[in-house]
Every structure is written in structure tokens, then in C-alpha cells.
């Protein structure tokens, strides 16, 4: 169940950002991302008063208080640095977040096999490589390495809080509810200090409703992602669970490859075959 949840992570996640890596060459990614959770938090809201999640209020959800905190500001930074560049460093060092759940398992006392050891390894590995490091070419500013720590610091933050957030499905409901919430608030904070700067919320075209849907299957794809991590977690080992929808961003690759026609490098299919590896190890150790 484990390995199951935690891949429906990743590819969930990997879409999602596929979706909001397009809908930014339209769109500020600012804006992309305070709508798409506008209509996550709206969604999930109906949800919540259907089942009655109000009833499941307590302190577990200032977990995910704090997860609404740190997803945004992780987003953020890594927007800023993916536009610094080069993203052939940046997006691969994105993945160190599954540093921090896999540290948090093994500080409560999991004890992965050698299997699944071997699996840890090489699945980061994969995934690393898949993002297609670039290993030449311009220098990296040191401002876009220290941003794109801090977001891969922000995202693992998000893997560990959420997976904390709840303790049952009507709970995990209004646990994501809340944490929507507080995305939508601390980016839209964030869209309205950049407007005050000069940086427009939309293109001088104005807005394109025929975006919407996009907006909405990512922000809804995102919620998702974020539930069935927590199922992952909370059924099998976290150091599994994090390492399994940390696969993403093989997803997004071959979501590019498939859509846009944009072609692997050798070292990226290198990856993601290593990424599948890691995979069969961790499901079967």
C-alpha cells in the first residue's frame, strides 16, 4: 500500500508541475500558483463541509498550518532560482528535500534493509540524474544555490508535516483544506508585494479563461499528491514513502518527452531507467 500511494505521489506531483512548468510560459508562475490553489482550497472546502470535516479539528492541524507556511516560500525560492539558472544545476538539487523525510524516519527509529537501502540509493540517484544535471557550461550564482536549498529545505518540510497533519480520511480533508488556505494567503501576500514592485499579476493580454481547467487540474492534482503522500506515510516507512514520490520529476520529464516532444538526454534516460530500479528494490525489499 505503501509503495502504491507513494508512486499515485509522484505521479501526481509530476504532472502537476508539468502543467504549471506550461501554464508559466503564459502566465506569471505567481499567479499560477495563488489561483490554482484558489480553486484546490474551494474544492476542497465543499468537500469538507459534505463530510463534516469540522468535527476532526484539533492540533494535528497545525501541521498543516504549517506545511500552508513552508509551500509557498519553498515555491518561491525555487521559481526565483530556476529563472537565475542554469536550471540544469537547479532542478536537480531540488530533490535533496527527500533528505529531510528520510532523516526524519530514521530519527523516530526506522531501519530500512539492505534492499531497500540499495533502493534509497539509487532511486535518489535516478532521479537526480533524470533532472539532467548540467555538468558544463555558465557559472552558477551562489544566491540561486542558496535559494534552491532552501526551497528543497521547504518542500521535505511539507513531505514531513503533511504526512503528520491527520489521522483519518475526513481529518486529512480538513487538513488539506487548511493548508490551502494558508498557501493561497502567503502567496497571495507574496503576488500583492510584487505588484506594489511593478511586476504585473497577468500578461498585458489579460487573462485567458481558456486556462482555467489547467489551473484547476493543477491545483486539485497538487491536493491529491499531498493526500495520498500522507496515506504512504502513515501506512509504511517514511524513508520508503519519501523516496517513492520523489520521483517526480522523472514524471515531468517524460510528461515533456511525451507532449512537447522534448527530447532525453542520454544521462536523463540514464536516470529515469535508475529511478525504475530503485523503484522495483523498494517495493520488493
Known amino acids: 500500500m505503501t509503495a502504491f500511494f507513494a508512486l499515485a505521489t509522484s505521479l501526481l506531483w509530476g504532472l502537476a508541475d508539468f502543467g504549471g512548468g506550461v501554464l508559466t510560459r503564459r502566465l506569471p508562475a505567481l499567479t499560477v500558483v ?50 537565475m539558472g542554469p536550471m540544469g544545476v537547479v532542478s536537480p538539487l531540488g530533490t535533496l528535500s527527500v533528505a529531510v523525510p528520510v532523516g526524519v524516519g530514521l530519527f523516530l527509529g526506522e531501519r530500512p534493509g539492505l534492499t531497500q537501502a540499495a533502493g534509497i540509493a539509487v532511486a535518489v540517484t535516478g532521479v537526480i540524474l533524470a533532472g539532467g544535471p548540467q555538468l558544463r557550461g555558465a557559472p552558477v550564482q551562489r544566491r540561486a544555490i542558496v535559494l534552491t536549498l532552501i526551497a528543497a529545505l521547504g518542500f521535505g518540510t511539507v513531505f514531513a508535516l503533511i504526512a503528520e497533519a491527520s489521522a483519518t480520511v475526513t481529518g486529512l480533508f480538513l487538513a488539506l483544506f487548511v493548508q490551502r488556505l494558508v498557501n493561497v494567503a502567503v502567496g497571495g501576500a507574496a503576488l500583492y508585494v510584487s505588484v506594489k514592485r511593478g511586476t504585473p499579476a497577468l500578461p498585458t493580454t489579460g487573462f485567458s479563461w481558456s486556462s482555467l481547467p489547467a489551473l484547476a487540474f493543477i491545483g486539485l492534482a497538487d491536493v491529491a499528491a499531498n493526500g495520498t503522500y500522507s496515506v504512504a506515510a502513515q501506512h509504511g516507512p517514511v524513508t520508503v514513502a519519501a523516496v517513492l514520490a520523489s520521483l517526480y520529476p522523472v514524471v515531468t520529464a517524460l510528461a515533456a518527452r511525451g507532449f512537447l516532444s522534448e527530447r532525453l538526454r542520454t544521462l536523463q534516460a540514464t536516470g529515469a531507467g535508475l529511478a525504475l530500479l530503485g523503484t522495483l528494490l523498494l517495493a520488493t525489499g
Not at 48 to 73: D, I, K
Open 34 to 83: 495563488v489561483v490554482s490553489q484558489a480553486i484546490a482550497a474551494a474544492v476542497l472546502g465543499a468537500i469538507v463541509v459534505a463530510t463534516g470535516g469540522w468535527s476532526e479539528a484539533g492540533p494535528r492541524l497545525w501541521f498543516a498550518f504549517a506545511a500552508g507556511l513552508a509551500g509557498p516560500v519553498a515555491l518561491i525560492c525555487f521559481y526565483k532560482a530556476l529563472a
